[in-house]
């Protein structure tokens, strides 16, 4: 695909800002821009810390969703698992109660100013809530090195975890902490090692990753995903970014491409905001979305838009992306 004129990016380009029902990566409030392509609705929303050549390959995916056909569907429906955050114990039912039908939750631990007492007590509130047939994953997002990891697994290894994501940073200490851990018979997941990498590939091939999270912004887009997929050789689990009901839904396309699809995805974050861009959020319903491209209206971004000060951040930001990908495209 040719690289879309940055004037028709921003021709449609709205900034919004998302309330959330609890604090989550440390922010209470979620800003992204949208904007329409020629295939539907899209969304650009890296982090805030993110620098732009990190930044500019969700943009490229942002792009991929907007201005591509997209790939074949093999499902109609993604389950997809109920998201914790670093949360007291005593919260974990009212974030629960977001959720409708869900029989997976993702447990985020390791956050900073905690510690893994609390971790395990989360853990533990949640094992109590969905019962001995649901399922339990934690994310610690690269925060332990690999003496916490192996001592935080072995302490929550009694919740019967499904897998746990991203123990550890660096893809050397996730091999030593598989074979640690291996009696266990607790998977371990990679995620940032995969969307932050030079090279997405490295972790599969290191042999320091049972599944991955992947995600369509920070790959480069669907097709990108596909591919990294495809070439890995493992199973994935498709999950978000906190996004809007836009980007959820380009997960969702994600999702439903993948010839395999064994475990539930982490698409169902919508449930923690209270508002969205669309009337009708792209929330689960008896565990599953359904398909679907939201389509905002203009009084929808009105009610949702950002400040002024945040808007022109998010556009110069985006300009400054956009400039990146003409640079590589040349």
């Excluded at 956050?111 to 047939?133: I, K, N, S």
């Excluded at 371990?188 to 995600?215: M, N, Q, T, W």
């Excluded at 919508?270 to 009708?280: E, K, M, Y």
């Amino acid at each position: 695909m040719p690289l879309p004129p940055l004037a028709d990016v921003l021709a449609t380009a709205r900034v919004v800002a998302l309330p959330l029902a609890v604090r989550f990566r440390g922010v209470t409030t979620r800003e992204a821009v949208v904007f329409e392509g020629p295939r539907g609705w899209t969304e650009f929303s890296p982090f805030l810390e993110y620098d732009d050549a990190e930044a500019a390959t969700w943009l490229a995916g942002s792009l991929d969703f907007g201005w591509n056909p997209a790939p074949p569907a093999l499902r109609e429906t993604v389950a997809v698992n109920a998201t914790m955050p670093a949360v007291a114990a005593f919260e974990v039912p009212r974030i629960l109660a977001r959720y409708d039908g869900c029989r997976t939750v993702k447990v985020k631990v390791a956050e900073a100013g905690q510690t893994l007492a609390d971790d395990v007590a989360r853990v533990r509130a949640v094992r109590e809530a969905v019962g001995p047939e649901g399922r339990v994953r934690v994310d610690a997002n690269a925060a332990w090195n690999l003496d916490e990891a192996e001592r935080a697994v072995h302490a929550l290894a009694e919740f019967d975890l499904e897998y746990v994501e991203q123990p550890c940073a660096e893809i050397d200490e996730l091999a030593q902490l598989r074979e640690r851990i291996a009696y266990l018979d607790i998977p371990v997941a990679a995620d940032e090692s995969v969307r932050k990498a030079v090279d997405p590939l490295r972790v599969a091939r290191a042999g320091a990753a049972d599944l991955l999270v992947i995600k369509a912004q920070p790959l480069g887009g669907v097709h990108a995903a596909l591919d990294i997929v495809a070439q890995a050789g493992l199973p994935a689990v498709v999950s978000s970014a906190l996004d809007t009901s836009i980007g959820l839904a380009m997960g969702a396309t994600l999702a439903a491409a993948l010839p395999g699809l064994d475990y539930d995805c982490g698409l169902g974050t919508a449930s923690l905001f209270t508002t969205d861009v669309v009337a009708s959020p792209l929330v689960a319903r008896e565990g599953v979305l359904t398909l679907d491209r939201p389509r905002p209206s203009s009084a929808e971004l009105d009610r949702v838009s950002a400040a002024d000060d945040r808007r022109d951040w998010w556009l110069e930001r985006l300009r400054r992306c956009h400039t990146l990908l003409e640079r590589t495209a040349r």
